[in-house]
């Protein structure tokens, strides 16, 4: 099982960066694919990106291709967003989650969620 506590989101203006972080307990964090989502008031929970358990495979939403990356070191069991060029369209709660066995980025297949944290950018 692994816990999970995302940090580092904030309000920004537009065309502005945040890096999220997500810091993860369990001795087995490096065999996790890692994912992060958003929510924006009033609409569902999409993806924005993934990450193989060991680096090599990332997948990005299309919204977000080019101006996001997501990063994982295994060492200090941390997954990152780093998030460049935010449009206010950006606004949501940004979650971090994790899963076993095969890559994916749907969020049904994600078993471990961490409680979110708010990214706001503002025009």
Not at 14 to 31: D, N
Not at 37 to 63: C, L, M
Request: hydrophobic share 35%; glycine share 12%.
């Amino acid at each position: 099982q692994v816990q999970l506590v995302e940090s580092g989101g904030g309000l920004v203006q537009a065309g502005g960066s945040l890096r999220l972080s997500c810091t993860a307990s369990g001795r087995t964090f490096r065999e996790y694919h890692m994912g992060w989502f958003r929510q924006a008031p009033g609409k569902e929970r999409e993806f924005v990106a993934a990450i193989s358990w060991n680096g090599i495979t990332t997948t990005y939403a299309d919204s977000v291709k080019g101006r996001f990356t997501i990063s994982k070191n295994n060492a200090n069991n941390m997954v990152y967003l780093q998030m460049n060029s935010l449009k206010p369209e950006d606004t949501a709660v940004y979650y971090c989650a994790a899963r076993g066995g095969y890559y994916s980025t749907q969020i049904s297949d994600y078993a471990y969620w961490g409680q979110g944290t708010q990214v706001t950018v503002s025009s």
